[in-house]
């Protein structure tokens, strides 16, 4: 590829300012948005709660509702504690399927956390709510996937939702506003054997 001259180059941005300066003044729809974070690749929870800390640094209430996870304290909810004010964090579930191995435990503990992420979609006060992990127990068949959608369509318009975890059902995605699958390059758990470790997994 040939290397532009600067007027090129300056030519060139200017056009792409032009074109970017269009696309901003052509979208005026303003609404709560339904985000899902899927796939194979980690990073899934850890998106969500990026957003969960820019929208507490703009003053929003944010509710956080982890399914399957919870039989151990996560880091996240140590370091978020200092919204308290502004942030509920519901960490529900009692650990991972394999762990727990009680399927109708399992099941009961995920309808919980799904009836208290409801009533939190249902309070026009919370501007976002996360939905930790709601994707796994829709395809551990912890939950209906109709049920869900039929929750989700009772959100006060300016909400935004997001639901994170592997296996989003078709459903799910069809409603969704916005999707991002995370896949999987390399990970050092499974090519070089090594463990979890604190900041990075947890």
Same mark, same amino acid.
Request: proline letters at 3%; charged letters at 30%.
């Given at each position: 590829?040939?290397?532009?001259?600067?007027?090129?180059?300056?030519?060139?941005?200017?056009?792409?300012?032009?074109?970017?300066?269009?696309?901003?003044?052509? &979208? @005026?729809?303003?609404? =709560?948005?339904?985000?899902?974070?899927?796939?194979?690749? *980690? /990073?899934?929870?850890?998106? +969500?709660?990026?957003?969960?800390? &820019? @929208?507490?640094?703009? =003053?929003?209430?944010?509710?956080?509702?982890?399914?399957? *996870? /919870?039989?151990?304290?996560? +880091?996240?909810?140590?370091?978020?504690?200092?919204?308290?004010?502004?942030?509920?964090?519901?960490?529900?579930?009692?650990?991972?399927?394999?762990?727990?191995?009680?399927?109708?435990?399992?099941?009961?503990?995920?309808?919980?956390?799904?009836?208290?992420?409801?009533?939190?979609?249902?309070?026009?006060?919370?501007?976002?709510?996360?939905?930790?992990?709601?994707?796994?127990?829709?395809?551990?068949?912890?939950?209906?996937?109709?049920?869900?959608?039929?929750?989700?369509?009772?959100?006060?318009?300016?909400?935004?939702?997001?639901?994170?975890?592997?296996?989003?059902?078709?459903?799910?995605?069809?409603?969704?506003?916005?999707?991002?699958?995370?896949?999987?390059?390399?990970?050092?758990?499974?090519?070089?054997?090594?463990?979890?470790?604190?900041?990075?997994?947890?």
């Amino acid at each position: 590829m040939s290397q532009l001259t600067p007027e090129q180059y300056k030519e060139k941005m200017q056009r792409r300012k032009e074109i970017q300066e269009q696309r901003l003044n052509e &979208r @005026s729809q303003d609404k =709560g948005l339904i985000i899902v974070h899927t796939g194979d690749g *980690k /990073g899934k929870t850890t998106a +969500a709660l990026g957003m969960v800390v &820019r @929208s507490l640094g703009h =003053g929003f209430r944010v509710a956080i509702i982890q399914f399957i *996870k /919870g039989a151990w304290e996560p +880091a996240e909810k140590a370091i978020l504690s200092q919204w308290s004010e502004q942030l509920e964090f519901q960490a529900m579930g009692e650990g991972f399927t394999w762990e727990t191995q009680d399927r109708d435990r399992d099941i009961q503990k995920a309808q919980e956390a799904w009836q208290k992420g409801l009533s939190y979609l249902k309070n026009s006060e919370y501007q976002l709510i996360l939905l930790d992990e709601i994707n796994v127990a829709l395809k551990l068949g912890y939950l209906e996937a109709q049920d869900i959608v039929a929750g989700l369509a009772q959100k006060p318009e300016q909400t935004h939702v997001i639901l994170t975890g592997r296996g989003a059902p078709p459903e799910l995605i069809e409603v969704a506003d916005l999707v991002t699958e995370m896949k999987l390059i390399k990970h050092p758990f499974r090519e070089q054997k090594i463990k979890a470790q604190p900041g990075i997994e947890y």
